[in-house]
């Protein structure tokens, strides 16, 4: 692959969209995957414009099996814009916040739609005739279908209504989303979620055709782990995978200010005792930092650690 050229940040405002030009410019490669130079612009710069790199929204008032007896336009359309990140994250939290318990513990639930977002949007095609097309996003009452252009790569298959494989199509710009922090490609995508799902009250599957990858939550409040509402709560918490509670704690931790652990405990409705497990899993990675005289001390606060030239 050759080097691309400088491109200007908001080139893509003005980008004809014929994958012919844009491989000119150095922003898609002759197979139809973005360049270096491209997955910047991809992540950064997105413009209405160019659909293609936006998240479409369609909210509707019925559940699926009723609007497919009687389809009728959404309630509401919202395209997502730049940065890709932060449509990402806001979209996760307002799907997370409708999940089948809102308001309890949605930051699993927020994971959970932001894996299955990133992998819509770093693995989609964008080759003809897929490239103006958007990730679309439709939201029933009682599911969340997050469709991606094109169809499923040869090297991965189908099973079970799962994906099984390992493979990037895009393999630039899933290593800018995660150089972002959106991405985390060891051990996530589909099978990551679908071992997650079930906790959250989703049913997890995945169908294809020729022209777009389909992942489908569904809610099904009977899957969570505990039959007594009054031991629902605990037990599931006690079911979720560490690496979650890991990935919500850093995300907290993120902007850089120090948090105590009862601080944390508030934020993200997670026991005091989690927290602290949590923080000590954390501290032996080496990926926060104690801000306190000693570890005894009750008022020490934590702070994601800066990398330095060592690191």
Same mark, same amino acid.
């Given at each position: 692959m050759t080097s691309p050229r400088p491109l200007d940040p908001h080139l893509l405002a003005r980008l004809p969209?014929?994958?012919?030009?844009?491989?000119?410019?150095?922003?898609?490669?002759?197979?139809?995957?973005?360049?270096?130079?491209?997955?910047?612009?991809?992540?950064?710069?997105?413009?209405?414009?160019?659909?293609?790199?936006?998240?479409? =929204?369609?909210?509707?008032?019925?559940?699926?099996?009723?609007?497919?007896?009687?389809?009728?336009?959404?309630l509401e359309e919202t395209w997502l814009g730049p940065p890709i990140t932060q449509a990402i994250d806001d979209l996760a939290a307002e799907l997370a916040l409708a999940s089948p318990l809102p308001g309890r513990d949605p930051e699993p639930s927020r994971l959970l739609f932001t894996e299955l977002l990133v992998n819509a949007v770093g693995h989609r095609s964008y080759a003809e005739p897929h490239l103006q097309r958007s990730v679309e996003v439709r939201r029933f009452t009682d599911r969340v279908?997050?469709?991606?252009?094109?169809?499923?790569?040869?090297? =991965?298959?189908?099973?079970?209504?799962?994906i099984e494989g390992r493979w990037s199509r895009n393999p630039e710009l899933m290593g800018i989303l995660g150089l972002l922090g959106v991405a985390?490609?060891?051990?996530?995508?589909?099978?990551?979620?679908?071992?997650?799902?079930?906790?959250?009250?989703?049913?997890?599957?995945?169908?294809?055709?020729?022209?777009? =990858?389909?992942?489908?939550?569904?809610?099904d409040?009977?899957?969570?782990?505990?039959?007594?509402?009054?031991?629902?709560?605990?037990?599931?918490?006690?079911?979720?995978?560490?690496? =979650?509670?890991?990935r919500s704690v850093m995300r907290v931790l993120g902007d850089g200010f120090p948090r105590t652990a009862k601080q944390l405990s508030k934020t993200l409705d997670m026991p005091g005792s989690t927290v602290r497990a949590v923080l000590r899993r954390l501290l032996a990675k080496g990926l926060v930092d104690r801000q306190a005289a000693s570890p005894r001390s009750?008022?020490?606060?934590?702070?994601?650690?800066?990398?330095?030239?060592?690191d």
């Open positions: 969209q014929n994958p012919k030009t844009l491989q000119a410019l150095g922003v898609l490669t002759p197979d139809g995957s973005p360049t270096l130079a491209g997955a910047l612009c991809l992540a950064h710069h997105q413009t209405r414009e160019h659909p293609a790199h936006w998240l479409h =929204v369609l909210r509707y008032t019925s559940g699926l099996a009723e609007h497919s007896a009687r389809p009728g336009p959404p279908i997050i469709a991606s252009p094109g169809a499923l790569p040869t090297q =991965v298959r189908l099973k079970d209504g799962a985390h490609q060891q051990g996530r995508g589909h099978a990551w979620a679908r071992r997650l799902a079930p906790l959250l009250g989703y049913r997890f599957s995945c169908d294809s055709s020729e022209d777009e =990858v389909r992942a489908m939550l569904t809610a409040a009977a899957l969570i782990v505990g039959a007594d509402p009054r031991l629902r709560a605990t037990e599931r918490r006690q079911h979720i995978p560490d690496d =979650v509670r890991e009750p008022k020490q606060a934590y702070r994601a650690r800066t990398p330095t030239a060592q």
